[in-house]
């Protein structure tokens, strides 16, 4: 199957990055969100990641101009049926994906493949819902989207070959590298990083290291480019929260068990670079620690 267009649903900072690479490699995205403003700073900001690629010599301003010029933006959902393929990007809660899928489901062509960027919820489950589990499958990307090389690719129960192959081939369209993933809770990259950034904040709760010390140990110690505590701040607090009572509710292991400190910044809204405030304060020049 020749994938041509893709549909992406869901503006934010996952979402914006899929437009962004889909586009400058050659596919006509069409972006849905709810909001109008959404829409608009998401257009905004991959013009602005697109001149950084620009100013850098990764890409040429007529490619720029191009790639802009294939997104297409939309506040009504089912617009996106027409296209070959469409990855979802919405709020990561199972209650809101389900929604987006059965009000999309009567407009969708025949052949249309429809995945989830989802990082963390049953591709199966979600498929089961739909008309066509097997054109479902997970099509998870790592952020920033524009410069992780990876896709994971997760077949549900049911996903057949060819669209399995459909969705490798755009990875490999996209100059990126696909690592397929069975469908258990949070996958590869999230079964391993999400406890690893748990830890760090029980090795803050329990006060064997601050903040600084932390981050600064596995920036120097373990050669990582962010400090966990950064790198939670950076993925969103609310979304570390999220996988981590996927796989403690998934796996059933104490090992699992969201630490009490994460619990209490997302109850106090501070969920990192997005609200301005997590495991540190980014509302001045440089970001100070928050404890
Ligand atoms: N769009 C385009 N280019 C971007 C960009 C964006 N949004 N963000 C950064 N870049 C580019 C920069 O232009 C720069 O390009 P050159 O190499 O050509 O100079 C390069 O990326 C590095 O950027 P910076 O110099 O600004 O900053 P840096 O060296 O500190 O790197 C980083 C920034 C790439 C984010 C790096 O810190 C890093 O790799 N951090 C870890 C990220 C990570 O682990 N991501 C996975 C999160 S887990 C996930 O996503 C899964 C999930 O489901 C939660």
Redesign the pocket.
Known sequence: MDIKSIGVIGAGQMGN?IAHVMALAGYDVMLNDISQDSLNNAVALIGK?LD??VS?N?ITAEAKADALARIKTTLQLPELGQTDLIIEAATERETVKAAIFEDLLPHLKPTTILTSNT?SISITRLASRTDRPEKFMGF?F???V???QLVELIRGIATDEETFAACHKVVANLGKTAASAEDFPAFI??RI?MPMINEAVYTLYEGVGNVESIDRSMRLGANH??GPLE?AD??GLD?CLA?MNVLHDGLADTKYRPCPLLTKYVEAGWLGRKTQRGFYDYRGETPVPTR
């Open positions: 990055g990641n950084r690629q850098r990764k990082s998870h790592m952020n920033p524009p410069v992780m990259v999230n990083l480019p962010m790198l950076f993925i979304t996988i």
